[in-house]
């Protein structure tokens, strides 16, 4: 049984570009949240979808935006890259959108 | 706002000996305080987690307690061995399934 995949597992863009993350929840799963994660510190909350409607949103800018597909898998999109956007990019699921969450493996990204 | 504050930032234990990590929370209207812990280059793995109608939790030598008056909860390690060397997370939801982290704790164990 797959735990949750998160694609690609590492990413090099410059400053002004677009990316896309990627992430599958474990199976069974309707809620997928994205978190943010800078070297030493804890994740930090960017959004939560539950069943396609997204159910929070952390302080993060518009450039960070997010939807959730009918397989429940789930897209991170980043506009207008920063330096200060390098950083893990983490997928967490879980079956009712609370408690139990499981992480991916997560997505290096390095902005340079 | 919803903060959370965990202690210390760094623990050094002897092979054995007993690990504790304390954590307070702001949004008296959180439930569910999860602990993960992350080893170099990984995944947060949940580890333990403590829900509010519960005062104390165990799972072998990891036991997790919860004050929620004070707003309190700490991670406790018992026997601890090299391989429980990682960086230690507290974390508690808030409204939205939003997950709000501690700023972690690196554990390390001495053979």
């Known amino acids: 049984d797959a735990g949750v995949t998160q694609s690609p597992t590492h990413l090099i863009k410059t400053r002004g570009q677009q990316v896309t993350l990627r992430c599958s929840p474990i199976s069974g799963h309707k809620s997928v949240s994205w978190y943010q994660q800078v070297l030493g510190q804890g994740p930090q909350f960017i959004f939560q979808y539950y069943e396609k409607e997204e159910r929070g949103r952390g302080n993060f800018p518009d450039r960070f935006s997010a939807r959730q597909f009918p397989n429940y898998s789930s897209e991170l999109n980043v506009n207008a890259l920063l330096l200060g956007d390098s950083a893990l990019y983490l997928c967490a699921s879980s079956f009712g959108g609370s408690r139990g969450y499981t992480f991916g493996s997560g997505t290096r990204l390095t902005v340079v | 706002g919803e903060n959370v504050e965990q202690h210390p930032s760094t623990l050094s234990v002897q092979e054995g000996d007993s690990a504790v990590i304390k954590c307070t929370y702001s949004?008296?209207?959180?439930?569910?305080f999860p602990w993960y812990k992350q080893e170099l280059g990984k995944r947060p793995q949940l580890i333990i987690d403590?829900?509010?109608?519960?005062g104390e939790k165990k799972d072998q030598r990891i036991a997790v307690t919860l004050n929620k008056t004070a707003k309190h909860f700490s991670l406790h390690i018992t026997e601890t061995q090299p391989e429980d060397s990682a960086v230690y997370f507290c974390a508690a939801e808030a409204r939205g399934g939003k997950l709000i982290f501690g700023q972690g704790t690196e554990l390390s164990v001495k053979p």
């Open positions: 403590i829900r509010s109608n519960v």
């Open positions: 949004d008296s209207a959180s439930n569910y």
